[in-house]
């Protein structure tokens, strides 16, 4: 089975960083997703990553540590628009979703 | 991208009752499913919707409450079964892109309400 965990919700100023952390255990591991999750919308794909290591997008940076069982998304000079849920999930076609992390961004 | 369109984009419906939703996807992909979101919490799997086959559904899900048809290779169908309060959620196809890597696209959803 998988158990995935990431904080509930977290809140930043406009401008500021925000790091969302997922923790994961899973009986196989075939990649590490985020989707960004807009209030009564459909998620979105932010990143994946398979291998250990930092990936970076721009505004947002996904880290990897299979060892650990750790991924982190990294939100840099936030923007309101970035009020949103932020799902961490395993798998490769299946995904096992977390609950999800709740971004508050104030200005 | 994949773009996926669901139909229809909410409903509400009455206990004991059935509502099918359809998805449909502009372009041809090899694998489909159907997720569950329930108020408040994440998405859940039900099933891959396989085309030409019987869908293969999770733990905790069964073809008499969810029937899933996949005629082709870009539309499939959830059917929620003998709806109860408790079946209230938003279900959401998705499509496995699986191009330069593992990206999953997810329809706009379902929003269902059952009364």
């Known amino acids: 089975g998988q158990n995935i965990d990431q904080p509930t919700e977290m809140t930043a100023t406009e401008g500021a960083i925000v790091q969302i952390n997922c923790t994961y255990q899973?009986?196989?591991?075939?990649?590490l997703f985020w989707y960004q999750q807009h209030a009564g919308e459909a998620p979105t794909f932010l990143s994946y990553?398979?291998?250990?290591g930092l990936e970076e997008k721009g505004r947002f940076s996904s880290f990897l540590s299979r060892s650990k069982g750790y991924s982190y998304l990294l939100l840099k000079e936030l923007q309101m628009k970035d009020s949103a849920s932020y799902l961490c999930a395993v798998g490769d076609y299946k995904l096992s979703f977390g609950a999800g992390t709740t971004v508050t961004v104030r200005a | 991208s994949a773009v996926i369109s669901q139909k229809p984009s909410r409903d509400i419906c009455q206990r004991g009752t059935s509502l099918t939703i359809q998805c449909q996807v502009d372009?041809?992909?090899?694998?489909m499913f159907w997720y569950r979101q329930q108020p408040g919490q994440s998405l859940t799997l039900i099933a891959t919707a396989n085309q030409g086959s019987e869908a293969t559904y999770e733990s905790g899900f069964v073809i008499d409450k969810f029937p899933i048809s996949r005629p082709n290779l870009t539309f499939s169908t959830l059917t929620v079964s003998n709806m109860s309060p408790e079946d209230s959620s938003i279900y959401l196809c998705?499509?496995?892109?699986?191009?330069?890597?593992?990206?999953?696209?997810f329809g706009p959803g379902t929003r269902l309400t059952v009364l």
């Open positions: 998705s499509v496995h892109s699986g191009r330069e890597y593992n990206e999953q696209f």
């Open positions: 372009s041809q992909v090899t694998m």
């Open positions: 990553n398979v291998l250990d």
């Open positions: 899973t009986s196989g591991f075939n990649g």
